[in-house]
């Protein structure tokens, strides 16, 4: 059943009715916009008439943009100060939403819903289980599900049901062309296998050393061919090239070039991703590339871990895992042995095996 904090209940409606009007709301980041995708998707094939809407964070409305599931992108700026709530509030008052989709659940999107007069839904974010586990290390889920099919209940009541097909993004055409050209330019042709590198990470304690990121990318390159691309934000500048320094094979680095969308279109034309537990993570999902990614200070119970298709998790066990649910800035027991004691062969090991197992595809977008 779906988790409701509202206590007028609006009537009963028709679930063929197009006059349904749907806000879904998630602010932020982005990887947790992108796993809203598949409730997005679904949600429209139920009810291919209704108007769908989605509230999200200015920064990060770029990650829905082209998708052709919804019907407008709302922004959130936060840094217009205390009046944007009370603007978001008057829109959604007037816009008369049949339902909202509350898939942030925090104070600002409670206020946001509350008193709207729509029928109001949520999911269950597991905050006991979740904290039994990173505080006291003592397991009580009873079922391991990731956030994605979570944020379907919100929707249970209606009977929308997840089709499988994962996560999407839309990258423009134009992002496209230009990250194209680049590899072009850079004598990166088609056939030529691609490995895309996304060392970076906001927290500190998700990021595995970059000495790791460099053996196991040389590795990987030196058994299938591959060519590596160094790709991430302003703020992976360093990262980045710290880890083309430790190479030993000749790489692009993009680092800072490259729009979110252009990031995006990048890791479509992979074969293959390393990444740490960060946005690019699912990023490279969305855009349907196979990926391997480091996983040190969280674990699978907490809702992130990449979907199993085309996958493949680097970590090791050890008992303090996980020692938090978003990141930290340091390790709390100092030693940081999840992400220093994992091997660059186990990461380069799993993407031989998982590049083999698709039949060693080369870029689609060339």
């Avoid at 932020?28 to 999200?56: E, M, N, W």
């Avoid at 591959?226 to 990262?239: F, N, T």
């Avoid at 040190?296 to 895992?321: D, H, K, W």
């Amino acid at each position: 059943m779906s988790k409701t904090y509202k206590i007028y209940v609006k009537p009963k409606l028709n679930l063929l009715d197009s006059n349904f009007k749907f806000l879904i709301i998630r602010f932020s980041s982005i990887g947790d916009v992108i796993l809203t995708t598949p409730l997005v998707r679904c949600l429209r094939a139920k009810f291919p008439s209704a108007q769908i809407d989605f509230l999200v964070k200015k920064e990060f409305a770029v990650v829905l943009s082209g998708n052709p599931h919804m019907n407008n992108i709302i922004t959130f700026d936060k840094k217009a100060g205390k009046g944007e709530l009370s603007r978001i509030r008057q829109f959604v008052r007037q816009n008369k939403y049949s339902h909202i989709l509350d898939i942030q659940k925090n104070i600002r999107s409670v206020l946001i819903a509350t008193g709207s007069g729509a029928v109001v839904t949520s999911f269950s974010k597991k905050i006991l289980s979740r904290d039994l586990l990173i505080r006291f290390g003592i397991n009580i889920y009873k079922e391991i599900k990731p956030v994605y099919l979570r944020y379907f209940e919100s929707v249970s009541d209606l009977g929308v049901e997840y089709d499988g097909n994962g996560t999407e993004v839309f990258p423009g055409a134009s992002e496209i062309e230009k990250v194209t050209e680049i590899l072009k330019q850079n004598k990166i042709t088609f056939g030529m296998p691609m490995l895309v590198i996304a060392p970076g990470a906001q927290w500190e304690n998700k990021r595995w050393p970059e000495l790791g990121f460099a053996t196991a990318s040389d590795t990987f390159c030196s058994r299938t061919g591959a060519y590596p691309v160094l790709i991430g934000g302003p703020g992976d500048v360093e990262i980045c090239r710290q880890v083309q320094t430790l190479m030993k094979t000749p790489s692009l680095n993009l680092a800072g070039k490259l729009s979110l969308m252009g990031s995006a279109s990048m890791l479509g034309m992979a074969d293959m991703v390393f990444t740490n537990d960060t946005g690019m993570l699912h990023m490279a999902q969305a855009m349907k590339t196979a990926v391997v990614a480091v996983y040190g200070p969280t674990t699978r119970e907490l809702g992130f871990f990449p979907l199993p298709e085309n996958s493949r998790v680097a970590e090791i066990e050890i008992s303090c895992r996980p020692c938090t649910q978003k990141g930290l800035h340091s390790c709390p027991k100092k030693h940081f042995r999840c992400m220093k004691d994992l091997k660059p062969e186990m990461v380069s090991d799993l993407a031989v095996e998982l590049y083999e197992a698709n039949g060693r595809v080369t870029n689609q977008f060339i």
